[in-house]
């Protein structure tokens, strides 16, 4: 019985392997297939419209010619099917505003929070080095195919602290509700 049990562990390991390594060739090569103008991926937040839901992806291509080249960035809205654990795209937007400014470069960092969907903030941060300074553009994403441009928050300005957080050295905590004791 014992060589038996034996046996089948031996055959499946050997036709495990070969399966465990042709996935990895697979995902290389999907990998390698990525062209050279995708400069940044990013994904993030959460969305939802009637039954269906997802989340959200911000790519980053350097393309274009002589005359174009440039950063475009793009959002698109993904979603997860019932019977294929591979997310689906669902609408894909060129951010018109940035891309119409012909940034030479673009790096882009998405945010949403926990719980709120249809609101995530997409950062686009670019380097003029004709004007030797920083670019930062906001675009919020919302339900899919829709997104809005946003202003910059005031310089200076740090989000409110979260419910329950800790409050930071030198910040007096809020006092208690009176008639509250320990």
Known sequence: MLTTILRAAALLAFIAAPLATAAAEDDTQLVESLSPQ???????????EGKQGGFYRAISLMSGDEKSFGAHVYLQ?????????????IKT???KEINDQKLQNASIEIEGEEGKDNQ????????DFDADKDISLFVKGGAPGIYTMAKAPPKGAEPPPKEGAPAKEGTPAKPEAPGKED
Not at 42 to 48: A, F, I, K, M
Not at 77 to 86: D, Q
Not at 120 to 127: C, E, R
């Open 120 to 127: 995530v903030t997409i950062t686009v941060s670019s380097y």
């Open 93 to 95: 937007v060129a951010v």
């Open 77 to 89: 809205w993904l979603a997860f099917e019932e019977k294929n654990p591979v997310p689906k795209v």
């Open 38 to 48: 995708v400069a940044d991926v990013v994904t993030g937040g959460s969305w939802s």
